[in-house]
């Protein structure tokens, strides 16, 4: 499998219209289930003469999970089709999707959204959305789910669709690159092959769409950046800070410094997986030993980059917002935690500069008094302590960042502009 180029994939829409059930259907029409497994169930249930026990069978697995509060949950499954080998991304609401889509921990690619035809566009479709468009998501295969509970109508279907369309054009998700499909994620219609309940439809499969999705490229050319997670002092080579590569690659004998600490030094050695490696790129997990730092120079939360075009730290930066969830209002003077990349740093609003039209982008208001859940802004922040982050429209791997209050992610935002001291 981990030859094929890789894709985080996420599954978003409304709760209860079946992102669970395709990815069940995923992972067993793919044969992502150990054989072993499958065969041990089919024993079970034919010992109980049961039916239809191997997607079940998927499906338990998951639910148990669920139960026991367990992290994998749906997330962190993988399947492959031809083309790709997938790992599936934590899902808007569970948990912390916000904060880990922004500082990377599972920043998905694309994402598969799930709609119910018996239900349609609901609350949580619109904001799942909404966020895929404001975190950066490339495409959305759309699945009309459930169309057994509608009869297999092609007439209910082209009703859903239309709502979703309608949704696209007011986030601006451009609605031209999206795949609609009418499925059954629990009867398998159209998952895997096209189906007979759907004459109607000479479309793709899911797994044909999710196949024909583009490839992600490696942002190689930008310059390095590696946000540091952790510091070690190894005996016999020295300070090993290790991170993932963001942007750029990491090579030895190049010299690097770190931000905001302001410590550099030249690389000897990079490693990957224990192996020395002589080049490291975007998505690669690294340990590298860096001449002439030391372990007390370095911490978590810096960046590193090449010597000679270091990463920016932040005395003001300007960014967009918008506020998910904050129990009253926010206004001039909040100091949230910032999470961006591995940085947990607080910062001050110290202006809120325009109010923003959530759908179309277009200021609605000069210097609003204060922002609210459900508002879209450009605000003016502080870091308290010297934080390195980069515009989006420069390095969007280094450009964005959650707003973290009351152990919630509150907002969710876009670095517009870094004004350096
Ligand atoms: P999630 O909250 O979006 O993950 O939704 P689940 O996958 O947990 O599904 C919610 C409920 O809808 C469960 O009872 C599923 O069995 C049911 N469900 C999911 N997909 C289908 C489908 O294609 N047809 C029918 N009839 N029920 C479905």
């Known amino acids: 499998m981990a030859d094929k180029p890789h894709q985080n994939l996420a599954i978003i829409g409304h709760v209860d219209h079946?992102?669970?059930t395709l990815v069940g259907r995923l992972l067993f029409e793919t044969g992502s289930v150990p054989e072993h497994v499958i065969e041990q169930y089919r024993d079970e249930a034919e010992e109980k003469g049961k039916g239809g026990f191997e997607f079940a069978y998927v499906m338990d697995n998951l639910a148990e999970e669920r139960e026991r509060g367990l992290t994998i949950d749906i997330a962190h499954q993988e399947f492959d089709t031809d083309e790709y080998y997938f790992t599936i991304v934590d899902t808007p609401g569970h948990r912390d999707f916000v904060k880990n889509m922004i500082t990377g921990a599972s920043q998905a690619d694309n994402a598969v959204l799930v709609v119910a035809a018996d239900d349609g566009v609901q609350p949580q479709t619109q904001e799942h959305v909404f966020l895929s468009r404001t975190l950066g998501i490339g495409e959305l295969v759309i699945a009309i789910n459930k169309m057994d509970l509608v009869d297999y109508e092609e007439s209910r279907y082209q009703t859903v669709i239309e709502e979703?369309?309608?949704l696209l054009e007011q986030v601006q998700f451009a609605a031209a690159d999206t795949s609609f499909i009418p499925i059954s994620a629990f009867e398998g219609d159209n998952?895997?092959?096209l189906s007979d309940n759907t004459p109607w439809y000479d479309g793709q499969t899911i797994l044909e769409a999710l196949n024909d999705l583009p490839e992600v490229e490696?942002?190689?050319?930008a310059p390095l950046r590696l946000p540091v997670q952790d510091v070690y002092t190894i005996s016999g080579i020295g300070t090993?800070?290790?991170?993932?590569?963001?942007?750029?690659?990491l090579e030895p004998d190049t010299n690097v410094t770190f931000q905001p600490s302001d410590a550099g030094g030249e690389v000897k050695t990079v490693e990957m997986h224990h192996e020395e490696v002589p080049r490291a790129e975007p998505g690669d997990n690294v340990g590298f030993n860096v001449r002439g730092i030391g372990?007390?120079?370095?911490?978590?939360g810096d960046v590193c980059g090449p010597a000679d075009d270091p990463p920016s730290v932040a005395d003001t930066f300007q960014a967009q917002v918008v506020v998910m969830q904050h129990p009253s209002v926010i206004t001039p003077g909040y100091t949230p935690v910032i999470h961006a990349h591995t940085a947990q740093v607080a910062c001050t609003f110290e202006s809120l500069d325009t109010k923003l039209d959530p759908a179309s982008g277009d200021v609605q208001e000069d210097a609003p008094d204060y922002i609210q859940s459900g508002d879209a802004?450009?605000?003016?922040?502080?870091?308290q302590k010297p934080l390195s982050l980069e515009p989006s429209s420069e390095i969007p791997e280094l450009g964005s960042f959650a707003v973290r209050d009351m152990g919630q992610t509150i907002a969710a935002g876009k670095v517009l502009e870094v004004e350096e001291k």
Do not use: F, M, N, Y
């Not at 090993?240 to 690659?249: A, H, L, M």
């Not at 372990?295 to 978590?300: E, L, S």
């Open 18 to 20: 079946g992102k669970s």
């Open 164 to 166: 979703v369309k309608q």
């Open 191 to 193: 998952v895997a092959e």
């Open 218 to 221: 490696p942002p190689t050319d």
């Open 240 to 249: 090993v800070p290790v991170g993932r590569v963001e942007t750029g690659v």
């Open 295 to 300: 372990k007390d120079d370095i911490r978590r």
């Open 377 to 383: 802004a450009v605000v003016t922040l502080r870091p």
